[in-house]
């Protein structure tokens, strides 16, 4: 297993559109392990595949307190169940040290194929469906910090270009 690199705002490889899983295969058993192992590592709650640069509609999330109940999720599509929206204050590995509110509809229905390739059905609401929006938006090359002003967006921008140019 491996630790894999994630990528950090405003990497333009972040903006692009991740294409559907077609093959199950042993390589796609072995990047869910290695995504996983990444997301533990980083202390995350989930990770998409766009934030370790594969661009393929997979993504994985614990939102367990004892960090040991991971979920994988393939071709993963939302259906709100609820127009109500509920309030988080977002992070985002991929834009490390700054969380933000956003507001998501608080209850969805998740239709996905797991690491077989079976399709399965979940519903999911609080933290799930709200990480679940967030880790589908990034397959769609979309940020938390697009739901910011711009003002905000681009004073994150200039904060970890700073620290990207200090530690390059
Ligand atoms: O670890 C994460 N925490 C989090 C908190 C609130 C809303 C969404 C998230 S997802 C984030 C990990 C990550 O960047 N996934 O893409
Ligand atoms: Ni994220």
Known sequence: MSILQILEFPDPRLRKIAEPVTIFD????????????TMYAAEGIGLAATQVNVHKRLLVIDVSENRDAPQVFINPEVDILEDELSEYDEGCLSVPGFYETVSRPCAVKITALDA??????QEAEDILATCIQHEIDHLNGKLFVDYLSTLKRQRIRAKLEKEHKKSA
């Open 116 to 121: 077989r390739g079976e399709e399965f059905e």
């Open 26 to 37: 042993e390589k796609l058993e072995v990047l869910i392990e290695d995504m996983l192992e």
